[in-house]
């Protein structure tokens, strides 16, 4: 099932809006204290907690989808390594049952938000993996019809070194 964006008001900005100061680690210790960036954060494109703004009734994300996904994207370190926490996991994470968590999943693939890929070790299946390039690509698709009024200060990777 393709996603379909809402273009009820696409946000075109007037003039061009000068970008903040990129955000630094020592910005998250003064928001949150030590102890909790200590703990580790993830990074939300804004673009997906807003993401029923843009897309279709057929393609809302009901909350335990929501949050399930946002696990899912806290839970991908690396571009090239798909996330797999546990269906368990999953569960205690958000505090619904193991059924509801492959219930959510089972919905968030039929949606086109993600592809659950088994992942084997030595020849025996080990646990799922979730592939979100769908997701990237429909945030980027969001992304290029409605424009970020506030755009923040991005610094791409140099040229011929990898992300990590």
């Given at each position: 099932?393709?996603?379909?964006?809402?273009?009820?008001?696409?946000?075109?900005?007037?003039?061009?809006?000068?970008?903040?100061?990129?955000?630094?680690?020592?910005?998250?210790?003064?928001?949150?204290?030590?102890?909790?960036?200590?703990?580790?954060?993830?990074?939300?494109?804004?673009?997906?907690?807003?993401?029923?703004?843009?897309?279709?009734?057929?393609?809302?994300?009901?909350?335990?989808?929501?949050?399930?996904?946002?696990?899912?994207?806290?839970?991908?370190?690396?571009?090239?390594?798909?996330?797999?926490?546990?269906?368990?996991?999953?569960?205690?994470?958000?505090?619904?049952?193991?059924?509801?968590?492959?219930?959510?999943?089972?919905?968030?693939?039929?949606?086109g938000y993600l592809k659950k890929v088994k992942k084997s070790l030595h020849g025996i299946v080990a646990?799922?993996?979730?592939?979100?390039?769908?997701?990237?690509?429909?945030?980027?698709?969001?992304?290029?019809?409605?424009?970020?009024?506030?755009?923040?200060?991005?610094?791409?990777?140099?040229?011929?070194?990898?992300?990590?």
């Amino acid at each position: 099932m393709k996603v379909q964006l809402v273009m009820k008001n696409p946000v075109k900005p007037k003039t061009p809006v000068k970008p903040k100061t990129p955000v630094r680690g020592d910005d998250i210790v003064s928001k949150w204290g030590m102890e909790v960036a200590e703990r580790g954060f993830s990074q939300i494109p804004n673009y997906l907690i807003n993401l029923n703004l843009y897309v279709d009734e057929a393609h809302h994300l009901p909350p335990v989808e929501m949050v399930l996904l946002l696990h899912l994207v806290g839970s991908w370190w690396r571009k090239d390594e798909m996330p797999f926490p546990s269906m368990q996991t999953l569960a205690q994470r958000a505090g619904i049952s193991e059924r509801q968590v492959q219930r959510s999943i089972k919905s968030l693939e039929e949606k086109g938000y993600l592809k659950k890929v088994k992942k084997s070790l030595h020849g025996i299946v080990a646990s799922n993996v979730y592939d979100l390039s769908p997701l990237v690509q429909i945030l980027k698709l969001v992304a290029e019809h409605f424009v970020n009024q506030h755009p923040r200060n991005i610094r791409a990777p140099a040229e011929g070194k990898t992300e990590r």
